[in-house]
């Protein structure tokens, strides 16, 4: 056996431990769908250096990891579907074409190369109706994953993606898809800081509502609106009621059955029924379910 062998099978292992690595040391990043499209978000105080960009009329593009390398991952998705788009028809390009050309690339790359890109990347596309909308999520080994609702990818994924699930529910409105989105990147584990400013996020939406180009970026004041929103629709949940009164306790002015005595079946001698909950005629609350 030669000097220095290493076994394809170690190498493989050797080169996805190392392409993890480099990518759990970025922030993560989400996609989810909401009522009237879908929304992406990442925490980035870059004005210039965007994770987030359109790639097609109703296509979106997401990735953490090394920038120089999904940056031309992007430019080449974006020169595959422009030219796939003149060639037939543009309704042929698809997220799911896309995402397969990414995984061919980035499959080749780690089979072939010395060194596997250090990136994970999402493309999304909205459809007419929410049934139609597609997430596809893609890793550094060319896997390609179909994410049905929501992805957290990069950095402390799991972590992240478990908050998000808690807040996620389908049919959200814009602000509150906006405040699972940002809860969840806050979570512990993703970092740091445990807020983020509207200078430290990169938001856009995938519009459906929007006839041609869906792609739009939120920005300055309506990213402030919605951070402000989040957090006061936060901070009304908190201060909510935890739980109603206890059924348990005896109605008012009355007492409390004797040991072995079955509970009263109708209202008392003077009393009327009109009203009365299950704690009695006066009109107590039953727990919620």
Do not use: W
Request: hydrophobic share 35%.
């Amino acid at each position: 056996m030669p000097f220095g062998y290493v076994s394809p099978a170690q190498a493989m292992r050797d080169k996805a431990e190392f392409a993890r690595q480099g990518i759990a040391r970025g922030r993560s990043c989400v996609t989810l769908e909401y009522e009237g499209g879908i929304l992406m978000m990442a925490p980035n105080t870059s004005s210039a250096l965007h994770k987030i960009s359109e790639i097609y009329d109703r296509i979106g593009f997401a990735a953490v990891g090394r920038y120089p390398e999904f940056e031309t991952l992007r430019k080449a998705g974006i020169t595959y579907a422009d030219v796939a788009g003149y060639q037939f028809d543009r309704r042929d390009v698809t997220a799911r074409g896309i995402a397969i050309y990414y995984a061919q690339n980035l499959g080749t790359i780690f089979t072939e190369s010395l060194k596997p890109f250090e990136v994970e990347i999402v493309v999304a596309e909205v459809g007419t109706r929410p049934e139609a909308d597609q997430i596809y999520r893609i890793t550094f080994d060319g896997s390609v994953n179909d994410e049905p609702g929501f992805v957290a990818f990069g950095g402390q994924a799991d972590q992240v993606s478990a908050a998000l699930k808690e807040r996620y529910s389908p049919g959200m409105s814009l602000t509150e898809a906006f405040g699972a989105a940002l809860a969840a990147l806050t979570t512990t584990g993703n970092g740091e800081r445990t807020e983020l400013a509207a200078n430290q996020l990169e938001v856009a939406i995938l519009d459906r509502t929007r006839e041609h180009r869906a792609f739009r970026r939120i920005r300055a004041a309506r990213l402030e609106e919605l951070i402000a929103d989040s957090r006061s629709a936060d901070a009304k949940s908190a201060q909510a009621p935890e739980a109603a009164p206890s059924e348990s306790a005896p109605p008012a002015g009355g007492s409390a059955p004797s040991a072995g005595s079955e509970p009263p079946t109708g209202p008392e001698r003077g009393s009327t029924d009109r009203g009365g909950g299950v704690g009695g005629g006066d009109g107590t609350p039953p727990n919620p379910l």
